[in-house]
T-cell receptor, first 116, second 113 residues
Framework: EAGVAQSPRYKIIEKRQSVAFWCNPI?????LYWYQQILGQGPKLLIQFQNNGVVDDSQLPKDRFSAERLKGVDSTLKIQPAKLEDSAVYLC??????????????FGSGTRLTVV | SQQGEEDPQALSIQEGENATMNCSYKTSINNLQWYRQNSGRGLVHLIL?????REKHSGRLRVTLDTSKKSSSLLITASRAADTASYFC?????????????FGPGTSLSVIP
């Protein structure tokens, strides 16, 4: 099966600019996750979707970050305006259903964001 | 705060040796998973062990889980240069309405040819 697709692969922006990341999960995977991974740290969950509904966004900085998952398939994550501390790799992952996370997540290759 | 904490933070071994990484966590879990991340790439799921299991094998990987000590270990036998990567443990919580997997900070493994 095709993997989780993410784009762009790299992005460099100036602080206060806006940026958007795109994710296409594995076909049939109802649950989609966005993680932020700062260099040298483990991934931190930003938001979790079940189909097109938000299940957990407790760690999403809602004043500047937003995410949507239209039609329960593709998802976009936006940052507006960006800060220097947003420099990180943004990872998208998917799994079949909450219970199916027992089989592990499938991650995309990530988008590396550099804010200058 | 993060659920899992890996130990050591960094590990350097010679090719052919075994590598052991440990993970400790704080609250009850449904399962514990190990992932590998090569530099600049996404995470790859290696192995999952459920809370009612004590040991699991997959190829050169051996994972143990001690729920009484809230700890797990990942053993990579006969290491290869290609095993050089960061390794993360991740724990799945006990909520029945939805799952939430939390990652530790990782162990950086270097295998010297």
């Amino acid at each position: 099966e095709a993997g989780v697709a993410q784009s762009p692969r790299y992005k460099i922006i100036e602080k206060r600019q806006s940026v958007a990341f795109w994710c296409n999960p594995i076909s049939g995977h109802a649950t989609l996750y966005w993680y932020q991974q700062i260099l040298g740290q483990g991934p931190k969950l930003l938001i979790q979707f079940q189909n097109n509904g938000v299940v957990d966004d407790s760690q999403l900085p809602k004043d500047r970050f937003s995410a949507e998952r239209l039609k329960g398939v593709d998802s976009t994550l936006k940052i507006q305006p960006a800060k220097l501390e947003d420099s990180a790799v943004y990872l998208c992952a998917s799994s079949r259903r909450p219970g199916q996370a027992s089989y592990g997540y499938t991650f995309g290759s990530g988008t590396r964001l550099t804010v200058v | 705060s993060q659920q899992g904490e890996e130990d050591p933070q960094a590990l350097s071994i010679q090719e052919g040796e075994n590598a052991t990484m440990n993970c400790s966590y704080k609250t009850s879990i449904n399962n514990l998973q190990w992932y590998r991340q090569n530099s600049g790439r996404g995470l790859v799921h290696l192995i999952l062990i459920r809370s009612n299991e004590r040991e699991k094998h997959s190829g050169r990987l051996r994972v143990t889980l001690d729920t009484s000590k809230k700890s797990s270990s990942l053993l990579i036998t006969a290491s290869r240069a290609a095993d050089t990567a960061s390794y993360f443990c991740a724990t799945l919580g006990m909520k029945t309405s939805y799952d939430k997997v939390i990652f530790g900070p990782g162990t950086s493994l270097s295998v010297i040819p």
